[in-house]
């Protein structure tokens, strides 16, 4: 653990910049900012919004719960956010058949319209951030998809 700490003081010492967590988050809000001055403010989304939108665009219902997790929200910002989407006709909820306790989301036919009107160019955003980084780009998506997978641990080191 110690011998962790020591390489995490070097490589943050290497890129003389910020710590990782603040560099995610600004790069986490930027992107955010960027997507939703050019392609949801047409649409009257926030960014939490089209994330929800963009889940339940498959078509299988969620639990709230499973939603909240996923754009890291908590459960009440995330009934708040749904209740929106509810209001717009973009989403709709029902009581889980199997536990009557639980609400699932799903994406309404008006929500699949803009999802399809949407997720192309916010696709195109992503894309041209990522080609940004030259042939980085590709290997940065990786490990943070592997980081985004949980804590890092001794097995998942190799």
């Known amino acids: 653990m110690e011998s962790d700490r020591k390489t995490l003081r070097v490589v943050r010492r290497a890129a003389e910049g910020p710590p990782l967590g603040r560099l995610l988050g600004q790069v986490d809000r930027e992107l955010a900012r960027q997507t939703e001055v050019e392609v949801l403010v047409d649409h009257r989304l926030s960014i939490d919004q089209w994330r929800v939108l963009d889940i339940l665009a498959d078509g299988n219902g969620r639990p709230m ?22 209001d717009a006709a973009l989403v709709y909820r029902l009581v889980d058949d199997r536990d009557r306790r639980r609400v699932l989301a799903f994406i309404s036919d008006k929500g699949r319209e803009v999802h399809h009107d949407v997720a192309a160019k916010v696709e195109a955003i992503e894309v041209d951030v ?24 001794e097995d998942s080191r190799g």
């Open 65 to 86: 719960s499973e939603l909240a997790a996923a754009i890291v929200v908590p459960g009440a910002t995330l009934t708040k956010i749904v209740d929106r989407l509810v």
């Open 130 to 153: 990522v080609t940004r980084l030259g042939r980085d780009g590709p290997l940065l998506l990786d490990l943070l998809a592997s980081l985004a997978q949980g804590p890092v641990t």
